[in-house]
């Protein structure tokens, strides 16, 4: 008896273990089916963060390494000679142009203020405005701003000083309206220090260009081509009154603009070795120098402005100085410019030295000046470009 109940009990202690075993083992079944389901829920939300973070956080739609403020809101563009590569193609449309306070008075009294001693006059009036003209060209001159941020201490006078160009910017299916600055039409169309002997350091700057508030590539991005046409190109690094070609690789870089068409006419020949040895890498493959004598016939193949037709659309971005101190000639593309749409609307910027028989240019122009112009017929010139979408500047 007693061997058989040792036995049973033996039996049944078995039995106990083999349930417990069994419970263990659903147990750590169960525990194991919930940790998956858990981790995989974890690494769901996981995956599902990074993704609202790489869609919505400004960090990652500017650059690595750029703060909100460096860039411009729109479309990715940022402030320097960088761009976001997943940016919106974006371009421009000329919308209206508002001429500046200071433009406004010089515009409305330009018939007075250009008699020889009361232009000497203005220039200690408006000191001031003349100041903060030349600043404000110093801050935006490296950027691709097109107005100094409202939060500028200086934006306040600095609207009033300079003249706006209205344009609506298409990214994709996104419009907006955006505004670039243009130093204004007033003083002498170039250095607003210049003047022939009003006394201090006038007359020292009439070859001087830091006056000039150049286009940028802020809302061009979509442009596949940016060409530049210069009549009067002298070479690359020599020029009466300083190297255009020169200036305008420097300043168009630093405001974003890189050309790669490149097309230019001087009737002064220029040694071929001195026209290649002198033209930068990034320039040379894009480079065509015309070393004759441009047409301005408008039914000529030679014409620059009608070759400039077969090689840009309204989209692109085109640069044009006209500087052949022939007024005879140079009107002629000037009327071609202004009363043919088909190249007024592909012109963005246009830099012009209009001779007229002002006293205070009369020394330097001598002979090549119009004896029946006076400064209010070119403020009248470059007005009305301006108002045709044409960012038209006084060269020097």
């Known amino acids: ?35 998956v389901i858990y ?28 703060s909100k403020e460096s860039s411009v809101e729109s479309c990715g563009v940022l402030r320097g000679s960088q761009q976001n590569d997943s940016a919106p193609v974006c371009s421009l449309r000329f919308k209206e142009y508002i001429p500046s306070e200071m433009e406004r008075a010089w515009m409305a ?22 100041s903060q003209w030349l600043e404000t060209i110093k801050s935006l001159s490296n950027t691709v701003d097109g107005t100094l941020s409202k939060s500028h201490p200086e934006y306040a006078m600095a609207e009033r000083v300079f003249s706006k160009f209205i344009y609506t ?52 991005n979509g442009s596949t081509t940016n060409l530049l046409l210069d009549l009067g190109a002298s070479s690359f690094s020599q020029g009466f009154g300083g190297a255009s070609q020169f200036f305008f690789h420097g300043l168009y870089k630093a405001r974003g603009i890189n050309f790669n068409k490149i097309f230019l006419w001087d009737g002064i020949e ?11 890498a990034e320039w040379y493959p894009f480079y065509q120098y015309y070393n004759i004598f441009a047409s301005p016939d408008q039914n000529d193949f030679k014409n620059p402005l009608n070759i400039l037709q077969k090689h840009v659309t309204p989209d692109d971005f085109v640069a044009f100085k006209l500087d052949i101190d022939t007024p005879v000639v140079e009107m002629q593309f000037i009327k071609q410019l202004m009363e043919n749409p088909a190249v007024t609307n592909l012109v963005d910027e246009f830099f012009f ?44």
């Open 169 to 220: 910017m298409t990214c994709g299916s996104k419009k907006e309206t955006v505004e670039k600055w243009i130093e204004p039409i007033a003083l002498s169309l170039r250095d607003p220090r210049y003047s022939w002997d009003c006394g201090g350091i006038s007359k020292e700057v009439i070859f001087h260009r830091g006056y000039l508030l150049l286009d940028s590539v802020y809302g061009r």
């Open 353 to 396: 030295e209009h001779h007229v028989a002002w006293s205070h240019m009369i020394p330097s122009w001598n002979h090549t000046a119009d004896p029946k112009l006076n400064l209010i017929d070119s403020y009248k010139l470059f007005s009305k470009l301006r108002y045709l979408g044409i960012r038209a500047h006084g060269w020097p």
């Open 109 to 130: 009294n330009v018939s007075t203020w250009q008699e020889h001693q009361t232009f000497c006059e203005c220039l200690t009036r408006w000191n001031s405005e003349i």
């Open 270 to 280: 220029v040694p071929d070795q001195q026209l290649v040895d002198e033209v930068p």
């Open 1 to 35: 008896v007693s061997t058989q109940s040792t036995g049973f009990g033996h039996l049944s202690n078995v039995k106990n273990n083999h349930v417990i075993n069994q419970q263990n083992r659903v147990l750590k079944n169960y525990l194991f089916i919930m940790t």
């Open 39 to 66: 981790s995989r829920i974890l690494l769901t939300l996981f995956f599902i963060s990074i993704a609202a973070f790489l869609l919505f956080s400004p960090f990652f739609n500017y650059s690595f390494g750029q």
